[in-house]
């Protein structure tokens, strides 16, 4: 009989809204022939509510909607309908479920979190946020089983602050071949003519430290940013005021093919993302053959091996617009990062190997015989994120 395993924390499946429900899709579809898998969906995200999806069983939660409670409230409940099922295993996704380990502790089930990225230094939580999700990333240690980094430097800080030693399992991405050139061609840009970013559009991405600098660094090529927000912001309206001929926003991109068409057809990708693991859009990246030019952090430097596959600049837009002045007069090596960056994918991040780590670690929860990979850490660094005086003095 297949063991039970509930995953908790994402918005849905098949919803694939961001980088939790791609993963936990990308998983499932691997070990859903050795699990049977029950995920916790939320409700008003769903006008049909069928049971079982890919053999998956889908449980409709009801939530306190709103910007603060609606994921918590969402899980708080997710969990009290757990427990009284009968689960041999849960997974959570997201640091802010970091209590409700020791709810499953409490009732023999085992558990594991993945924690995500350092959400208490994210600008859109600031005080009782980034205090909740400071004491609920410290609580996780505790209260769960097994602690989950997407990125060996993810671990490090938390040995470093927490005195833990969680799982290093990398996220994932799927390689594509195909290209074209048609879809893009609505934007009014061309092959090889623009830089991209994509992401939302919120401070710890730093697009607007990224636009102010292509601006300043009088490149004649395009700036094409993919994303928005779902909300009325000021931080977004004034970056989308930066729009102009060279500067362009196409907001939401839902369309696979697009999304990869536009990766795929860049001079080069623009990474500006600050306080996470092993970011999906990087991943991306690399696997739609971009050339990169990221902000210089562990993590950034972690998924590129150093300079190996990618390009670094400060968080100043002086930087930034000296870089891009490097990058358009250096085609022949935006052109060699293109042709070598599928090889960190399959070097590191097939979700094949991912699931593989992940059932792996299941079974080792279970008290099976497989044994997992052996993780060794670096020795600590003080410095963990260049030009992030709030993360050093929050470590001390």
């Known amino acids: 009989m297949k063991k039970k395993l509930a995953i908790i924390g994402i918005k849905g499946y098949p919803y694939v809204y961001g980088g939790y429900e791609t993963f936990v899709t990308e998983l499932v579809q691997r070990i859903s022939d050795r699990y049977e898998i029950h995920v916790y969906c ?23 909607e709103g910007k603060s409670f609606s994921q918590l ?19 959570y996704v997201n640091t802010a479920n970091g209590p409700f380990g020791y709810v499953t502790r409490l009732f023999n089930i085992k558990s594991a979190i993945n924690v995500d990225g350092l959400e208490w230094l994210r600008p859109k939580w600031k005080g009782l946020g980034a205090k909740y999700f400071y004491w609920a990333s410290k609580t996780a240690t505790k209260a769960f ?83 928005d927000v779902p909300y009325k912001d000021a931080y977004a309206e004034k970056i989308k005021s930066y729009a102009c001929e060279n500067v362009i926003f196409t907001g ?63 968080k100043s837009e002086n930087s930034v617009a000296a870089q891009i002045r490097l990058m358009d007069r250096l085609p022949l090596m935006t ?36 044994v997992p990979e052996v993780v060794l850490y670096p020795s600590k660094q003080n410095n963990l994120l260049p030009n992030s005086g709030e993360f050093i003095s929050t470590a001390k």
């Open 252 to 314: 939401y991109v839902t369309s696979g093919d697009l999304l990869y068409d536009l990766y795929a057809n860049s001079y080069c990708y623009l990474h500006g993302h600050e306080y996470g693991g092993t970011n999906p859009t990087l991943l991306k990246a690399l696997a739609y053959k971009c050339a990169i030019l990221a902000l210089d952090t562990v993590f950034s430097q972690e998924v590129l091996l150093g300079r190996k596959h990618g390009v670094y600049f400060q």
């Open 42 to 64: 939320h409700r008003s995200l769903f006008e049909e509510r069928p049971k079982i999806v890919n053999g998956v069983h889908l449980h409709y939660i009801p939530a306190i």
């Open 145 to 227: 089983d097994v602690l989950i980094a997407d990125s060996s430097e993810m671990a490090k800080i938390y040995e470093n602050m927490f005195n833990a030693r969680p799982e290093f399992i990398a996220y994932g991405a799927n390689i594509k071949e195909k290209k074209t050139t048609s879809n893009i061609e609505q934007f009014g840009i061309e092959k090889g003519e623009y830089y991209l970013i994509v992401g939302r559009l919120i401070p710890d991405n730093n697009s607007d430290l990224i636009v102010k600098g292509f601006l300043k660094s009088g490149s004649k090529k395009k700036l094409v940013i993919v994303g």
């Open 335 to 370: 052109q060699r990062l293109k042709s070598i960056a599928q090889n960190r994918i399959r070097e590191n991040y097939t979700w094949e190997k991912i699931a593989d780590q992940y059932d792996n670690m299941f079974q080792q929860m279970l008290g099976g015989k497989t």
């Open 73 to 91: 409230s969402h899980s708080f409940l997710s969990t009290m309908h757990a427990v009284f099922t009968g689960y041999d295993l849960c997974l």
